[in-house]
């Protein structure tokens, strides 16, 4: 069953959500890799702890996306002991019109707007979002450029609940991040699907979520059951 009953906003995490990121950026950071000096590294378990940095950088003073992936890249060549250059990172925001959504998006999203408002909401730049191919134009756009301020701390929830016209209590938020997604919209009262692609496990420090899927596409008969009940 739906935690929001016949909710009028569905509001979306992208990255990692709507965008299969880590595959999508992969051979950004290959190319990033490849430029510096020292021990070699998998790509995937640098990417996982770049990304950590940039979690941790969310909940300090606001910052431009970019600034903080720039940051967290020089952390993270310290990290593993590698000498790079942090304007690399480049790679990374030249990899974004390139970007895949994964396959059930663009036909569950198609759905989804004949009876609902659909709101994107991320940390990132306006203009990275821009270049991001989602392929559809959305009823409320979310950044943390807009927001000046990141999900975990709650600024962009807020941001969202703030500009989507209708109470929080019709709003139904579905995203793939523990650590960004639950641990912001939940304690201000929203509603979250978490949306599983990965099969993790739920780290005990996060709030739990609503309601748990493996893809977007396995809400449309939750919501069609809810929209006869």
């Not at 299969?20 to 950026?25: A, L, W």
């Not at 999900?151 to 609940?161: A, C, E, M, N, V």
Request: charged share 25%; aromatic share 10%.
């Amino acid at each position: 069953m739906l935690p929001v009953h016949r909710p009028a906003l569905l509001s979306f995490d992208v990255f990692g959500t709507l965008i299969s990121v880590r595959e999508s950026t992969y051979p950004a950071f290959e190319r990033i890799l490849a430029g510096t000096q020292g021990p070699a590294v998998s790509v995937q378990e640098f990417w996982e702890a770049w990304e950590e940095e940039n979690i941790a950088a969310y909940s300090r003073p606001y910052l431009p996306y970019k600034e903080i992936c720039r940051e967290s890249l020089r952390h993270t060549f310290e990290r593993f002991g590698l000498r790079g250059d942090p304007a690399s990172i480049g790679h990374y925001f030249d990899s974004f019109p390139r970007q895949r959504l994964y396959d059930d998006v663009l036909p569950t999203l198609e759905e989804l707007g004949k009876n609902h408002k659909l709101a994107v909401v991320s940390n990132i730049d306006d203009d990275l979002l821009a270049a991001t191919p989602l392929s559809r134009d959305f009823d409320l756009v979310c950044t943390a450029h807009k927001a000046k301020g990141y999900k975990p701390d709650g600024t962009l929830f807020r941001y969202l609940i703030e500009q989507a016209g209708v109470g929080k209590e019709r709003i139904l938020h579905s995203g793939q991040s523990q650590f960004t997604d639950m641990v912001g919209a939940k304690p201000l009262g929203l509603a979250v699907v978490w949306i599983n692609r990965r099969g993790g496990a739920l780290h005990p420090s996060v709030p739990k979520p609503d309601l748990i899927l493996p893809d977007i596409k396995s809400l449309l008969p939750r919501l069609e059951a809810d929209a006869a009940g």
